[in-house]
């Protein structure tokens, strides 16, 4: 029996709506996985944080009246933009969400921009993709744990040693430092 000729997948599977199935089953995967996240204290904190926050002072006296900002919304004491939970300007929050997602089991240390997307679904901020790329590029678990993924670096080679004095000198300038009897700069020579 010829078992290449077996058919794996028939024509009407790899049709688009077949597809679209799939990726629809992707999207709930990733809403289990956001709910699972414990951010029961945290969106306490947030509703806290609301009071002394300028953005969501501005938005909620804005809110309802004729000038108010497309995409935002208050509903049942939260501030969202677009769906998305507006997180308020501390950078201690911000950095409690990230957590959450990114060093939670259920998630284990996603590279930058699954971090970044899962985070994104369900909350906003300003600098949101930026502050996670800083926070996965200083994780020390994905440091010790994950490979890099470029080219290596080539290896440091010795400059070749001058056959006489002064045949290679380089020069520097060391600027911006205190004026001290009107100089403020420092020419460096090395033969
Ligand atoms: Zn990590």
Redesign the pocket.
Known sequence: MDCNRQLVLTPEQLEEPCLAVQAGMMGELDQAVSEDLDHGALTMDISQAYKSDHLAQELHSKLGSADAPLGWEWSEGQLRFQGCLYIPNQEILHLQVIHNF??HPSTG?FREARTSDLIHWNFHWPGLRQMVKDY?AS?T??ARAKSPRHKPYGKLKQLPIPSRPWSSISMDFIEQLPASKGFSAILIVVN
């Open positions: 990114h060093n240390h996965v994780c678990t994905c």
